[in-house]
């Protein structure tokens, strides 16, 4: 039996639609990310998975229970973080941990060996307001709430949106070492450089799923040629060169512009000469492997 099965999802808000037809299944044990920008679906997924909401169409099952029929049997079984902090910020750290470990039936002490990599980081603050705590350690105290009644599996929606990334790289730590305890996990992030620490991604747009796969495997299947573009003036640079014939897309990533040509008609050396006629100067063209967010934009792209 699979963690999580989701069959012909819709979900839609008045005229707008969040989900569509959505299908996928998580095995227990692993590590799951749904890949995607903000408003493409991701949290209306969660939403409809922890019962808050229910579905138009479709079913979805969580650990074999129905999310419709089944929901009290699911949320004795799950743990939530959504991507806003939803704690008690007048009650301090310890008040909101013993609160959640009551709700559930259970005791900081019963459970404490599951949290305590990620406790032992706020327990010098236990006595201090939730609210005053500073992102990354109101991260790790949503997270230890979610925790605390040892859930089989675990919704993270969002949870480095915001953050540092210091405390992002320490939080996928504490993600890696919770996995192999044997919880599924489920995240979702618009950090398309995270998704490279999932067993298997989604990459989720307007509500359907682009492809399903492991990370290693979405980035095979990219067979595009791809070059990363510099010059000194990047902004017509990103217009231009989306005009020109041979190129195929143009995205800008940072301080470059990565593009896919049609290397039969393009090759590097006679695009900088042509980037130089234009009068383009400190020209760097180079071949570059792609990233999921190379594959998420291309496919993006082909949805269009």
């Not at 990334?165 to 950090?191: C, D, H, N």
């Amino acid at each position: 039996m699979n963690a999580v099965d989701v069959i012909q999802l819709d979900k839609a808000y008045g005229t707008v639609t969040a989900l569509t037809a959505l299908s996928f299944s998580v095995n227990r044990g692993e590590l799951f990310g749904i890949i995607g920008p903000d408003g493409a679906g991701k949290t209306t997924l969660f939403r409809i998975l922890t019962t808050l909401i229910l579905p138009d169409r479709g079913k979805a099952l969580v650990d074999g229970y129905d999310v419709v029929k089944d929901y009290k049997e699911i949320r004795k079984r799950v743990g939530y973080m959504p991507g806003r902090f939803s704690l008690y910020q007048d009650m301090t750290v310890e008040e909101n941990l013993r609160f959640f470990a009551t709700v559930f039936g259970t005791t900081i002490e019963e459970n404490y060996t599951l949290i305590e990599d990620i406790y032992k980081q706020i327990e010098p603050f236990k006595t201090r307001k939730a609210g005053k705590l500073s992102g990354g350690m109101k991260q790790k105290l949503a997270l230890s709430c979610a925790l605390i009644h040892k859930p089989s599996v675990l919704f993270l929606d969002e949870p480095t949106t915001g953050v540092d990334p210091v405390s992002r790289k320490e939080f996928w730590a504490m993600l890696t070492r919770l996995k192999e305890q044997g919880i599924t996990i489920v995240v979702s992030t618009p950090y398309m450089d995270e998704a490279v620490l999932c067993d298997r991604i989604a990459l989720i747009r307007k509500g359907t799923f682009l492809d399903i796969e492991t990370p290693g495997q979405i980035i095979d299947n990219f067979k595009e040629t791809l070059w990363a573009v510099k010059a000194d003036k990047m902004s017509s640079l990103l217009q231009d060169l989306r005009t020109l014939d041979g190129v195929k897309t143009c995205f800008s990533f940072g301080d470059v512009h990565h593009i896919t040509v049609d290397d039969k008609r393009l090759t590097i050396v006679s695009l900088g000469d042509r980037l130089s006629r234009q009068g383009y100067r400190e020209i760097e063209i180079k071949p570059i492997q792609a990233t999921i967010e190379d594959c998420y934009m291309q496919m993006s792209q082909n949805a269009e």
